[in-house]
């Protein structure tokens, strides 16, 4: 029933997971896991991590009992496919180290496991984790050993709590409305680290385009200098040392040549970031500025309209986890084919490869958040906050992260909840103090640098009508919310974004299904709504920019620019018009 070690090279997911902070000594543990169910969540009490307790359970158990990380036991990936309510697992994994690997630090690396889990390492408790999204690192050393290891991890999972920030994952048994398959357990890379004694743990860059330099903060275990050098093509561009104060170091790289990071046009810098005991890591970075007018996001100094679709990031073969590499580089692509220039990614924290390759394609984002169910007695902040924060300390040096908005459609009223959103707001603003934030898109705006609304009307008349009362009125948003909320809704002259439009219906080809408004009879008639929708907002010099919904069907929600399984909906011709009205010039850029 257990499986020994795994060396395959047929390893799901091979790529490195961590593209700003690479090593070159490293082990995948994605592949076949043992695996079980525990349904009554009563494997803790069982004491699973324990001898033989695991194998036991798994020999009497019913269901599947090996999975392939690191897709989800929802996925048809995992190769189990079960969409029920699963309220906690267990996963067994051999490995081997040699005397190598074990001479210094071993770290055990998950891209991400939801919701909270417990990991064991020789049978030994090696820490846990709250949080479906985020990152987490296990230092494993003191239980690591030469020759053979087993971890065991046990996840539980709740979406019904109330409080657990689950995003779109139904809270129903059926996928519905905007809600869709569950992910519970391992959803991303598994991966060992080995690294010497005295290392680099963390690095952050900030560009500083008015002096041309990159701001460098390095983290390390022991150490006294750090060295950083730049790369541009190939060529040396900035080098510098300086000493270690209490493990950390902050370093002013400056660039002898300065090439700007912009929209499609993906400048990136290579960096060497070198601890004076030998450890070594490698890195790139962006050089671009954002800012805000009153009018607009300002990208290097200029406006830049946000043409940006809603990509949720499912797809129906892993659900939360793309299927390859290639398939995230895919989905950006599909995005610019279309004229866009950047996503909202919406309701859930995507994988870091996926801000590689739109850091690589010139590809704007705005990074968001699950949002919890219930803030209006404070429980949620503390399943929110921390995991947020953990999120913004991970994705802070990508260039393509251009916002952040830690909540959507915030609707509350009374008291609590709204304290709440203003420190969700602060916190994100303290540890970031170089993007614009959002408070909760399309909702309440409390405090926010960006005003954001969400609005679904299909007729583009009588969205223009709605508009167009803000050029007579500089103190007016339409925010299509009920006037209750609404008179805590103050406009404070920010820039104006509609981060949610559109979402027209069009599913010809199969029966059910829903979208927004009555599905178009043909092509043509939707091609006419997509366009009028549009151009009302492009051309309003008050409006900064859109975002469409949605990049792509998900199951029940058929409101995509193509398929779910990311196939043409339209006909070539319709795809070239849509590409002609997102890429006029808008009003702001004149």
Aim: charged share 25%.
């Amino acid at each position: 029933m257990a499986h020994s070690d795994i060396h395959t090279d047929n390893v799901p997911r091979p790529e490195y997971p961590r593209p700003q902070f690479v090593r070159d000594s490293w082990m995948n543990l994605n592949g076949q896991w043992d695996f079980l169910f525990d349904f009554g969540n009563s494997g803790m009490d069982r004491k699973l991590w324990e001898g033989d307790a695991l194998t036991a359970a798994m020999q009497t158990s019913p269901m599947p009992t090996a999975i392939t990380v690191p897709f989800c036991p929802e996925s048809r990936l995992s190769g189990i496919g079960y969409t029920d309510w699963i309220a906690a697992v267990w996963y067994r994994r051999r490995f081997t180290l040699d005397e190598t690997q074990t001479a210094g630090r071993v770290l055990l690396h998950f891209g991400a496991v939801d919701y909270h889990c417990v990991i064991w390492i020789n049978g030994e408790k090696a820490g846990e984790h709250t949080g479906g999204y985020a990152s987490f690192t296990l230092d494993i050393t003191r239980l690591a050993k030469t020759g053979g290891n087993t971890v065991v991890l046990y996840a539980e999972d709740n979406n019904r709590s109330g409080v657990q920030p689950c995003g779109k994952q139904a809270r129903l048994y059926y996928s519905n409305g905007c809600d869709y398959t569950r992910t519970t357990g391992v959803w991303q890379t598994v991966w060992l680290e080995f690294t010497p004694k005295e290392a680099l743990t963390h690095i952050r860059v900030t560009p500083d385009v008015a002096t041309s330099a990159a701001i460098i903060d390095a983290e390390t275990v022991g150490g006294s200098s750090v060295e950083t050098v730049a790369f541009y093509k190939g060529k040396e561009v900035g080098r510098a040392v300086v000493p270690l104060t209490g493990n950390k170091a902050h370093v002013e790289l400056k660039l002898s040549e300065l090439h700007l990071w912009d929209v499609g046009q993906p400048e990136l810098y290579d960096l060497t970031v070198k601890l004076d005991t030998g450890d070594t890591v490698k890195s790139y970075f962006g050089m671009r500025s954002v800012a805000l007018s009153d009018k607009a996001l300002l990208l290097n100094g200029r406006p830049v309209f946000m043409r940006t679709v809603l990509d949720q990031g499912f797809n129906p073969e892993g659900v939360y986890t793309a299927p390859s590499d290639d398939f995230l580089r895919r989905d950006i692509e599909l995005s610019l084919a279309l004229g866009m220039n950047g996503a909202r990614l919406h309701q859930r924290v995507f994988e870091e490869r996926f801000l590689y390759w739109a850091d690589h394609l010139g590809y704007l984002v705005w990074g968001e958040y699950a949002n919890t169910c219930t803030l209006a007695d404070g429980r949620g902040i503390g399943y929110f906050l921390p995991e947020w924060m953990e999120t913004l300390r991970r994705d802070y040096s990508h260039p393509s992260v251009i916002g952040w908005a830690p909540q959507n459609e915030s609707y509350w009223t009374g008291t609590v909840a709204p304290i709440c959103q203003k420190v969700f707001y602060e916190v994100t603003k303290e540890m970031d103090r170089t993007r614009p934030v959002i408070d909760a898109s399309g909702g309440v705006h409390f405090d926010t640098d960006m005003y954001d609304v969400h609005d679904y009307e299909q007729d583009p008349v009588k969205l223009k009508e709605r508009f167009d009362k803000m050029l007579d009125d500089p103190t007016f948003v339409p925010n299509p919310i009920h006037q209750e909320q609404l008179r805590q809704n103050v406009y404070k002259g920010q820039p104006v974004w509609v981060s949610e439009y559109g979402g027209t219906f069009w599913n010809p080809d199969e029966p059910g299904g829903w979208g927004y408004g009555n599905a178009p009879k043909t092509e043509e008639e939707f091609l006419e709504r997509y366009a009028g929708l549009t151009d009302v907002l492009m051309q309003n010099p008050r409006v900064c920019g859109f975002c469409y919904t949605q990049l792509t069907d998900i199951e029940q929600e058929q409101n995509g620019l193509y398929k779910y399984d990311r196939s043409r909906k339209f006909s070539d011709r319709i795809y070239d018009e849509i590409r002609k009205v997102n890429t006029q010039t808008a009003a702001i850029e004149k």
